[in-house]
T-cell receptor, first 113, second 114 residues
Framework: AQSVTQLDSQVPVFEEAPVELRCNYS??????LFWYVQYPNQGLQLLLK??????LVESINGFEAEFNKSQTSFHLRKPSVHISDTAEYFC???????????FGTGTRLTIIP | DAGVIQSPRHEVTEMGQEVTLRCKPI?????LFWYRQTMMRGLELLIY????????DSGMPEDRFSAKMPNASFSTLKIQPSEPRDSAVYFC????????????FGSGTRLTVV
């Protein structure tokens, strides 16, 4: 069975500072990896995904994540955050050949003006 | 497409009452998932369907919970009888096999059992 660990439950960051949200996964088979974002009182929205190919994936709003197979990690980064990035971020993993997504416990990103 | 549609958005009910949550997946999606989100337990997968057939219901908490998908465009999650510990946000999501796009989530139903 697959699992996801997000060690940081809350991350406060000053506006325009860089941020990294950590995600580690465990699986006995090859995986797909995802980051979802949840704004207050809303459902989850797909932020970016790694399926295959380049290990560095990017979103349209400046976030990026890098798949590191040796470290079983998929950390999310942004070089300069904005107030509008305040949200909860969930890392998720899916095994090849299985449609079931397993989520981490989430990281609440708070931007300090 | 209007996305995944859930109803109601909010539900307040008394302990012991029956609660029914509804979900309309995206047309053409062949997978449907029900998740529950709480502060204590995060996002938990309750059950998922493929082509209207339940595939994995190991996350359903107990016999008080049941889910159905009578056709490709509708699913229900029922709790009978409801208890205060069932208070949570319940999300429905759908996906098309092999699309690689991840799930599309509904806006959720916030259930409060008093």
């Amino acid at each position: 069975a697959q699992s996801v660990t997000q060690l940081d439950s809350q991350v406060p960051v000053f506006e325009e500072a860089p941020v990294e949200l950590r995600c580690n996964y465990s699986s006995s088979v090859s995986v797909y990896l995802f980051w979802y974002v949840q704004y207050p009182n809303q459902g989850l929205q797909l932020l970016l995904k790694y399926l295959s190919g380049s290990t560095l994936v990017e979103s349209i709003n400046g976030f990026e994540a890098e798949f590191n197979k040796s470290q079983t990690s998929f950390h999310l980064r942004k070089p300069s955050v904005h107030i509008s990035d305040t949200a909860e971020y969930f890392c998720a993993v899916r095994n090849f050949g299985n449609e079931k997504l397993t989520f981490g416990t989430g990281t609440r990103l708070t931007i300090i003006p | 497409d209007a996305g995944v549609i859930q109803s109601p958005r909010h539900e307040v009910t008394e302990m012991g009452q029956e609660v029914t949550l509804r979900c309309k997946p995206i047309s053409g999606h062949d997978y449907l998932f029900w998740y529950r989100q709480t502060m204590m337990r995060g996002l938990e997968l309750l059950i998922y369907f493929n082509n209207n057939v339940p595939i994995d219901d190991s996350g359903m908490p107990e016999d008080r919970f049941s889910a159905k998908m009578p056709n490709a465009s509708f699913s229900t999650l029922k709790i009978q009888p409801s208890e205060p510990r069932d208070s949570a946000v319940y999300f429905c999501a759908s996906n098309e096999q092999g699309s690689g796009y991840g799930y599309t989530f509904g806006s959720g139903t916030r259930l409060t059992v008093v």
